[in-house]
């Protein structure tokens, strides 16, 4: 199962795996304690100094006391899960009661909630240790947002960079520090793809699992909707908010995902995960997963960037010497790709503004309680607000929200959201399809925006050009999407692809990932972050 480069007695621990590293710890060459300080030694060297990637936020004080603890459970014969010992990145959306909760905006920033978020209680269970709380795109990266704008001017105010926030500020990506991380969970992908630990959580409600994932070229999976609990994670539209795995490798996705997914009393929308949640899915990790398995081509999302094609088209003939049955092209209905942005910006900007205020109504005193404080504080001179492009776009969103009652909400949420679910649910059927496959996305985006933008970001074949990725269309439609890394440009940015499946088939696209990783090999450490000397465990 193992995804790593091992040699008879060293393990890299920037490409080991999970199971690599409970190896290690059966060996008694390596212990939590000594692979949490590793971490540690790797973010001391490169999140704040040199490359200053700046995608920690908050180091978990007590990081190293959890792994003697669990390094003594070992000794006495306990081990709680393949996680445990095992140190991970949270995103600062995830409640923890023992560290700050911020969504990344320093109007929040000391605010320790009551409540752990469902998931983490989960992997706490299960032995692992968050080692950080990480950097996004201020509350989501959205919470206020321009999308559906038209006017020039108001789409320049309301632009922020992916992974800035005011807390935290610029999460830069570790493969080219000129580009984005993406967003919003810019700050796992980057700490994720660094090596800052061995894997990461993510939300995702308009494509912020997967398009950090791909950014940062890392494997990524944006669940079922109803598939992970958000119960204890700051919402931004519960219709479409979900919470995924980030990791460098499949394996080690699988692994956190057994441990994620499944009912939680608190959040209703997991009932739709009874006895459909699996607790491993690393039994689905097989080489030959693709072998007969019919996948569809989605070009409506080729088209856009030559450099992000070729190394599509190459695989996609990986996936044809894998023994895939390949159904070329699948194109979506014209309503699906054209309705999907107005309902996004819709169902965000109501949904957020009520669905904050409940969150805030939760914290102690001295921080916002409500949404119009947020934008009032955001919007202050002085409170010097370190956002200017969020404070703008909270204002915008204040404008535009719709109540949660209206009749303009409630068609959107339970008209318009189950029409595109099933209109998805119709592509796969009528096509006979396991997966529909395609570029997770074809913005390589740069930091700026304006000005000259790098070779292989420039656009071509615009008429053929659909859309650039299945994004928010994948929310709205409730289905599970998992991202894998396929190759770099001439200009050394990653390129991932996607398999989208059907609602509740994580395991089988866990294993055409699988499948797929392990003839591409195509994860690489970013040249901003390379290995210490300390990296390199002796057996």
């Not at 094609?309 to 049955?325: M, Y």
């Amino acid at each position: 199962m193992s995804n790593s480069l091992r040699f008879a007695e060293t393990l890299d621990l920037t490409r080991a795996t999970v199971a690599d590293l409970q190896t290690a710890f059966r060996s008694r060459k390596l212990s939590s304690e000594k692979l949490t300080a590793l971490y540690l030694a790797r973010i001391k060297a490169y999140d704040k100094q040199g490359p200053s990637i700046n995608s920690v936020i908050m180091l978990n004080p007590n990081a190293l006391h959890e792994a003697r603890a669990l390094d003594r459970e070992r000794r006495a014969g306990h081990v709680r899960s393949p996680l445990h010992g095992i140190p991970i990145l949270v995103k600062d959306n995830f409640n923890t009661t023992d560290m700050p909760t911020t969504a990344g905006s320093q109007l929040l920033a000391g605010s320790v909630p009551p409540n752990e978020a469902f998931v983490l209680r989960k992997l706490r269970a299960s032995g692992a240790i968050i080692i950080a709380k990480v950097n996004m795109s201020e509350f989501a990266g959205s919470g206020g947002t321009t999308v559906g704008a038209t006017d020039p001017e108001i789409i320049k105010k309301g632009h922020w960079a992916s992974g800035f926030s005011s807390l935290g500020l610029q999460t830069l990506n570790p493969h080219a520090l000129d580009r984005s991380p993406s967003g919003s969970s810019g700050g796992t992908g980057a700490s994720v793809a660094a090596a800052f630990g061995q894997l990461g959580l993510g939300t995702d409600t308009g494509g912020s699992v997967r398009y950090p994932s791909s950014a940062n070229g890392i494997v990524g999976l944006k669940p079922t909707y109803g598939l992970v609990s958000r119960a204890g994670i700051v919402p931004l539209a519960r219709s479409l908010d979900t919470a995924g795995p980030m990791a460098r490798s499949v394996y080690d996705l699988a692994v956190a995902l057994g441990i994620m997914a499944g009912v939680d009393p608190e959040d209703p929308a997991t009932q739709m995960s009874a006895g459909k949640a699996e607790t491993d899915y690393t039994k689905y990790l097989k080489r030959g997963a693709l072998k007969g398995a019919r996948i569809g081509i989605g070009r409506d999302f080729m088209g856009c960037n030559p450099a992000v094609d070729k190394i599509t088209e190459q695989a996609i003939a990986t996936l044809r010497s894998l023994g895939a049955e390949i159904v070329d092209p699948i194109r979506l209905p014209d309503y699906l790709l054209q309705a999907r942005s107005g309902i996004y910006e819709l169902l965000v900007n109501a949904e957020f503004k009520a669905q904050i205020t409940d969150y805030l109504q939760t914290l102690k005193p001295g921080f916002p309680r409500n949404f119009d404080e947020i934008v009032a504080l955001a919007n202050n001179p002085a409170t010097r607000y370190r956002n200017p492009g969020k404070a703008f776009a909270l204002k915008y969103s204040q404008q535009r929200a719709v109540g949660v009652s209206t009749p303009t909400y409630l068609a959107a949420r339970y008209q318009a959201l189950p029409a595109i679910k099933a209109g998805m649910e119709a592509v796969f059927a009528e096509q006979k399809v396991d997966a529909i496959f395609t570029p997770t996305m074809s913005r390589l985006e740069p930091l700026i925006t304006e000005g000259p933008q790098p070779a292989d970001q420039e656009a071509s074949g615009l008429a053929s050009c659909r859309a650039d990725s299945p994004g928010d269309l994948i929310n709205e439609s409730w289905l599970p999407e998992i991202v894998v890394p396929a190759g770099m440009t001439n200009e050394g940015m990653p390129v991932t692809i996607s398999f989208i499946g059907t609602a509740f088939s994580e395991a089988s696209l866990i294993g055409y990932a699988y499948d797929f990783e392990q003839a591409t090999r195509a994860v690489r450490l970013p040249k901003n972050t390379p290995p210490l000397s300390s990296d390199v465990i002796s057996y």
